[in-house]
């Protein structure tokens, strides 16, 4: 009751600035220029004032256009962005990136097929293998509507697989936007012990003041994820082969015991699985100083405002709760794979890591060009203290860091330049930082660009390879920090549809797991080189080949394992028919050389490193019918046709393996409807 109360008072707090000011004059068309997340807006923004004019475009949109005409903006960017309603690519409405394996079921966790290590800099749980399910706060969107703005999204797949999505924003008042957004996956799974059940919610508010010097931004996030562990399928013996487990639901599983098959849709009851929950509470107020303006028409006056300097406060709260349970604790598992004596047969186990983190940041922007406000100046300090819950019991500790960044993309919109700084002076991860340079020129004319890119970090192993977390199962370890220089390079040429991109990654002191749960620390340096290219290849008038190519290798005898070569085909009939009838309809593959995958470890929810087991695979074969009438998109699929067999009759039995003991399951029908409207 107390936990209730407390999140009551701050829900109030945080809000009241909301109720204390009065209603304005309505916000024109390009209120979006000012996101307030390291974006500046203003006329360099992109969004030109036509007085007297709405600048509404859902009340005028053309349907068969690829995109929706409403705009919003998320933290990381500087310029608004479209809502995209592309039918071409489900992967972007599909929580599992197109180069992502995954564990046999939608929530299960998932690894990509292309080397992507993570460089973030300062304080980090370790734990990531349901990252994609997540909602990040940095990729929160504010919208400024003078309509409300409706998405109701429903996909339902084999085995009563479930994916329902709702989003509504509209302004309260004209210069106070709110928005809400939830989502559930919920799917019990082709094999026993995997069911998952997802829960995003997310509540967002935008103020901004009548004469546009005071933004206030408001975010509560929650991410609660649940996933099933069953282990993998047991080894004792051929179960593939043998006709009496055709139905692969009846093959035995190494942990979850043999439970019946579970069709609940709300269930969320788990004897084995991680539940991990995420709580995020922020608070960015901003006040800008500068010169005022207005543009006067026949039938109103439109206050505008040029900032020269801003001071950014932003407050964030998080709770964070990485759970492993076993209700059902098989005490020859824990100790064949684990090297754990648990006392007793059937007993629970489990193992828990708990935080509350607080972060306190204050920034100053300097924009030296009035007539250009995406070319400024920002300098930040921030004091974060976290408070851990272990096993072993409770710590404290803190983090200085001060952070600056400069951007400037030019008035003649040909060059973007970016520089990103960020170094811990003190406290858990004193000596951590991160350095990004990003150059990119455009050329107006042709839409053709290319990109340069360099970062470099430097950062403390996360926390789960720390002793003093639960999850540290075995002996005491002292490592080194690791240090990452990423530096990448693109061109694109939509003359003729082509994106080439290339990646190098130095790394060392690279930590990583072995044999389930024994943490490792790679003190060789070494490299990996990634080039990709994407081409979209016009076969005839509606015939469209999309070929997506990304070849790695790594140099250097590390213990690292990665597919040589990964491809993503597609063969479409597309085009627009019947005035509204936009089709994209054909046939999706996806192939990777030959390669040792990393092994899964449930107890830790982490992909570790193995060099025993081989996995070939044929390709992954998908035939699909995306269609879009006005705002409602449809997907229907049949995926993973490459699993057809005659083995035991005809039906769905030549799996492919993702990982030791993991395979994808038989055909799998998928029909998604996406629909938006203005209300």
Known sequence: MKKLFFHIGIVFFLLAPHFCWGQGRPIDGSVLRNSGFGNTGGRGGGTNIRGGQSNDSLEHRDYSADSLTIFYRIPSSTLATKLDSSIRDFTKKFPIPAD????????NPTHSLLFTPFMKAGWDPGFHALDVYKWPLENVRFFNTTKPYTELNYLLGSKTEQLIEVLHTQ?????????FQYRLINSPGFFKNQKTNHNNY??????????KRYNNYFVILANKLQSSENGGFRDDQDYFNDRIFKDRFNIPTKLGGDQAAGAGFFSKALDVGNRYNEFTVMLRQQYDLGRKD????????????????????????????YNYTDNIADTNYYAKYYGLSLPNQSDTFSLQDKWKQLINDFSIYQFPDANNLQQYIKLGAALETLKGTFTTGGQSFYNFYGHVEYRNKTKNQKWDMGLNGLLYFGGLNSGDYNARVNLKRYSRKSGAFIELGFENTNRTPSFIFDDRSSFALDNQHSFQKENLTHIQASVYQPRFKLRLSGHYFLVSNMTYYRNYYQPQQENALFNVLQLSAEKVFRLGKHWNWYADVYVQQKTGNVDLNIPVLFTRQRLALEGLFFTNLNVSTGLELRYHTPYKADAYSPVLGRFFYQDSIRITNLPDIAAFLHFRIRSMKVFIRLE???????KFGFGFYNNNEVSPGYINPGMVMRVGIFWNFVN
């Open 100 to 107: 992502h394996i995954y564990l046999g079921n939608l929530g």
């Open 171 to 179: 302004n309260i008042k004209p210069n106070w936007n709110a928005l």
């Open 202 to 211: 997310l509540l967002s508010s935008w103020y901004q003041s009548p004469k």
């Open 294 to 321: 207005s543009l006067v028409t026949d039938s109103t006056i439109i206050p505008l405002f040029y900032p020269r300097l801003r001071f950014e406060h932003t407050l964030t709260y998080n709770a964070f709760t």
């Open 640 to 646: 993973n046709l490459n699993t057809v067999s005659n």
